[in-house]
């Protein structure tokens, strides 16, 4: 889809909002959970997630009648641990800390089935590299290729995807500047610790970048863009307005920096990565507010 640019500005939209979960962490979590066979999977499946990629896995578990478990930072929107636990999986909320340590370590008391990393896995990333396939089967000659970056593995899954198929297609990490790691490791030429500010834009963001990510992401990405909350939130509105699109926060992080003053210069392709948005936070948005958390 074309997203209607009065500058101009030819821009593109790669609506993985409208998967089957909202998201395109359906992509990853079934490609790692469908490659192995049924006795891996006989403990049931979990993982650790703020609500799309806990989707993504729970779905798959349900459809596979397996057991399911997510570890949430207790900050996740009620509307997305709603949409996990209607979809049969437990949730277990933790503070950020916690939870960010057990993304790091890959365990949690109690939990001893698969472990599906929502972005640290090579059977994820090349979940998410599809994508990349996808937009080069229909754009061919893009110029650039905007992302949410969360943990790096959409990013880099559509980045390893777009350099095998040799496309001059440069990939752009986008992020927020509440929460903003990844830039940071760009200017220090490696991952430092940032502060984390919570905000609306939950789907995104941490306090650095894990060690696993970061020569992917050195060695794949173009650059990163930090954008504002109020630049997401006003490329929330002009989704819904004039492309009648649902995107949350961090699925709206592409547009905002695809319609910066220093946006790339090309044909650009926006991933609008998820639409799972807390009803209040989008009537807020859709009100001219820029929510407060």
């Known amino acids: 889809m074309r997203l209607p640019d009065p500058?101009?500005?030819?821009?593109?939209?790669?609506?993985?909002?409208?998967?089957?979960?909202?998201?395109?962490?359906?992509?990853?979590a079934a490609n790692a959970i469908l490659r192995l066979p049924?006795?891996?999977?006989?403990?049931?499946?979990?993982?650790?997630?703020?609500?799309?990629?806990?989707?993504?896995?729970?779905?798959?578990?349900?459809?596979l009648g397996i057991p399911c478990a997510v570890v949430v930072p207790d900050g996740a929107p009620r509307a997305k641990r709603?949409?996990?636990?209607?979809?049969?999986?437990?949730?277990?909320?933790?503070?950020?800390?916690?939870?960010?340590?057990?993304?790091?370590e890959?365990?949690?008391?109690?939990?001893?089935?698969?472990?599906?990393?929502?972005?640290?896995d090579a059977d994820v990333l090349a979940g998410n590299g599809t994508i990349g396939l996808e937009i080069l089967e229909d754009l061919p000659d893009c110029d650039a290729i905007l992302v949410p970056f969360g943990g790096g593995g959409l990013s880099c899954g559509i980045a390893s995807a777009v350099r095998e198929l040799s496309s001059g297609a440069r990939v752009f990490a986008c992020e927020v500047?509440?929460?903003?790691?990844?830039?940071?490791?760009?200017?220090?030429?490696?991952p430092v610790r940032v502060e984390r500010r919570p905000s609306f834009v939950d789907g995104i963001g941490s306090s650095s970048v894990m060690e696993e990510i970061w020569p992917l992401a050195k060695s794949l990405l173009a650059g990163s863009r930090a954008v504002s909350l109020d630049a997401v939130a006003t490329a929330i509105r002009r989704l819904a307005a004039t492309a009648r699109v649902v995107a949350e926060g961090a699925g709206a992080a592409a547009v905002a920096a695809a319609t910066a003053d220093d946006a790339p210069e090309g044909k650009l392709v926006c991933v609008v990565s998820g639409g799972v948005i807390d009803a209040r936070v989008f009537a807020d948005v859709l009100s001219g507010a820029t929510p407060v958390v």
Not at 7 to 28: D, N
Not at 39 to 59: I, K, Y
Request: with cysteine; proline share 7%.
């Open 7 to 28: 500058g101009g500005r030819e821009i593109h939209l790669k609506l993985e909002c409208l998967q089957p979960v909202g998201s395109f962490k359906i992509r990853g």
């Open 38 to 63: 049924p006795e891996r999977l006989a403990a049931g499946v979990w993982t650790a997630s703020a609500g799309n990629m806990a989707q993504g896995v729970a779905w798959c578990a349900r459809r």
């Open 82 to 104: 709603d949409a996990v636990e209607r979809l049969g999986a437990r949730t277990i909320p933790v503070p950020f800390e916690r939870w960010w340590t057990v993304l790091t």
């Open 106 to 120: 890959g365990s949690y008391p109690g939990l001893d089935g698969l472990f599906v990393h929502p972005f640290a």
């Open 177 to 190: 500047e509440t929460a903003a790691p990844l830039t940071a490791a760009f200017a220090a030429g490696a």
